[in-house]
């Protein structure tokens, strides 16, 4: 049976989606961050990085949440989750995946860390550090919202619900503590609002034990 290694909210929450949305048999093995069981001997075996998630397909063990996106829906294309190989549409999930995990991400990252990118104790660093993520992200946010207002559909490919969208929903609902989250954009808002109405969104939810605000 698969196995995804999370903690609650963590980068797990577009895999875990995914998961839901197939259907298909798995367990989960919550990683106590609270007591650094990310960085435990064991855990690194599995993801030398110490960072969550990690799923494990049999003998397969993958880190990295857009490669398990990639992994669960080419695995299971019954699914329908990813455009067909070679299509114009599979291009643009690839563009949109790999700029969430690659542009937005780390720029949330260092809003949440801005300590990592200073000297220990530089409080005025991390404090520039992190005004300088939240602009980026604002500026990263309006992009995806250009792409809904210009396309005009439910989700980020247009007409087809595929594992960007998991990828989307995770990523803006980290800005929720944001002054100017991706809620309050009127396209990402309701993007969002049609993400949460997923059945396969709300088991995640569940699952995890995530309160709201949910975004």
């Known amino acids: 049976m698969i196995q995804l290694h999370y903690g609650p909210g963590n ?4 895999p875990h989606i995914a998961l839901q949305e197939l259907g298909v ?5 919550q990683v106590d961050r609270a007591n650094n069981a990310h960085k435990s001997p064991e855990y690194l075996k599995l993801n030398p ?5 990690v799923l494990v397909d ?5 880190y990295e949440s857009a490669a398990i996106l990639l992994h669960l ?8 989750l990813i455009p067909a190989t070679g299509t114009a549409e599979r291009a643009h999930l ?18 949440f860390y801005p300590e990592r990118w200073v000297a220990e104790g530089n409080v005025a660093g991390a404090a520039e550090v992190k005004a300088r993520a939240v602009a ?32 989307a929903f995770m990523l803006c609902r980290w800005t929720r503590g944001f002054d100017r989250p991706a809620r309050s954009l009127p396209h990402l808002g309701a993007y969002l609002q049609r993400m949460l109405e997923r059945p ?13 605000p949910w975004v």
């Open 73 to 80: 829906a080419d695995s299971h294309p019954a699914g329908r």
């Open 200 to 212: 396969a969104v709300q088991r995640m939810l569940a699952a995890e034990g995530i309160a709201q």
């Open 136 to 167: 980026k992200v604002g500026d990263l946010l309006d992009q995806i919202e250009t792409q809904l207002a210009r396309d005009q559909g439910p989700w980020l490919l247009g007409t087809d619900y595929s594992i960007a969208d998991a990828m």
């Open 94 to 111: 690839y563009k949109w995946l790999i700029w969430l995990t690659n542009t937005l991400q780390p720029a949330l990252i260092n809003y």
């Open 25 to 29: 048999p798995f367990e989960l093995i």
């Open 58 to 62: 049999g003998d397969l063990v993958l």
């Open 11 to 14: 980068a797990n929450m577009a």
């Open 49 to 53: 990085n110490g960072l969550i998630p």
